[in-house]
């Protein structure tokens, strides 16, 4: 099965963006890419105009030359690529969850540094974040430009999670000819004096985390042979803070998800969540496929 990439556009500056990002991933995947348009009745879904009409949504005129320009501009710069529009009736976070159910990747855009910093994303890039059934590729900041050179980015802690991000990492740096960074963050060591107890403590932390990495590292050069390796062990009282900062020389981060358990609004941990709205470079959240795969 040919899963297509799939982008949601509406126009906007950030989803023309994210409709590039997604064209430079549906080439490096050789696979077609698929720009979809979620719609609503201007009075909401089923809403009734007349006792004879149920009001069902209609696609406009309008977007489908939106979709069939943005459509005709990125397969004139990616030569060989293959493109599909087209609008489906339903709200923009739903849809692309439902199509996430067949693609090999959905991309979503970023609403930059724009009203609540709770909100960076914007409701529709967090419900998918959160729900699709196949990773999300988050476009932001929405500002810069797309980053080309630098490496993949992933942090290590030996969850489950991390490990399928590991992975994705991995193909993800593979795909694009640069190197993956294993990361793995520590607390920093108190500036005060310390007992030989809490000595020995902090020994056993560092070897801990050395050998975390160098599992890691080995398990990548096992499945993905020449692929650039590098484990680094960085200290910050807080995961986020490091990998945020970390994200500044980096092409891409990838990051795990809690899959299906825990609160819905919990599906992405709060490391996660942090890099989705704060990274200096897109941000793949690295969700496992659904069972349409």
Request: charged content about 20%.
């Amino acid at each position: 099965m040919n899963r297509p990439v799939v982008v949601g556009v509406d126009g906007s500056p950030a989803s023309l963006l994210a409709a590039e990002h997604a064209a430079r991933a549906a080439v490096l995947r050789s696979r077609p890419l698929h720009l979809v348009h979620g719609y609503l009745h201007p009075l909401g879904y089923g809403v009734p105009l007349n006792p004879y009409d149920v009001g069902l949504p209609a696609p406009t005129e309008e977007a489908q030359k939106m979709l069939e320009r943005t459509a005709a501009d990125l397969a004139g710069r990616c030569p060989g690529l293959t493109v599909e529009v087209r609008q489906v009736a339903g709200g923009p976070g739903a849809t692309l969850v439902e199509e996430s159910r067949r693609a090999e990747l959905v991309v979503v855009g970023s609403r930059g540094l724009g009203g609540f910093a709770g909100l960076l994303l914007g409701s529709v890039g967090t419900q998918v974040a959160a729900h699709a059934h196949c990773p999300v590729l988050v476009v932001r900041p929405a500002e810069e430009p797309i980053p080309v050179a630098g490496p993949v980015l992933v942090g290590v802690d030996g969850s489950e999670p991390a490990e399928l991000a590991v992975g994705y990492a991995a193909d993800e740096a593979a795909r694009r000819g640069d190197g993956l960074v294993l990361v793995h963050v520590q607390p920093p060591d108190g500036d005060r004096p310390t007992a030989d107890e809490v000595t020995e403590t902090q020994a056993a932390a560092h070897a801990g985390s050395a050998e975390l990495l160098a599992t890691a590292a080995a398990a990548v050069r096992g499945s993905h042979p020449g692929l650039a390796v590098e484990g680094r062990l960085l200290r910050a009282p807080k995961a986020e803070q490091a990998l945020v900062e970390a994200s500044g020389d980096a092409a891409l981060v990838v990051v795990g998800s809690r899959g299906r358990g825990g609160f819905a609004g919990l599906l992405l941990g709060s490391v996660s969540q942090a890099l989705v709205q704060h990274a200096h470079c897109p941000v793949l959240v690295a969700r496992p496929y659904g069972h349409a795969r």
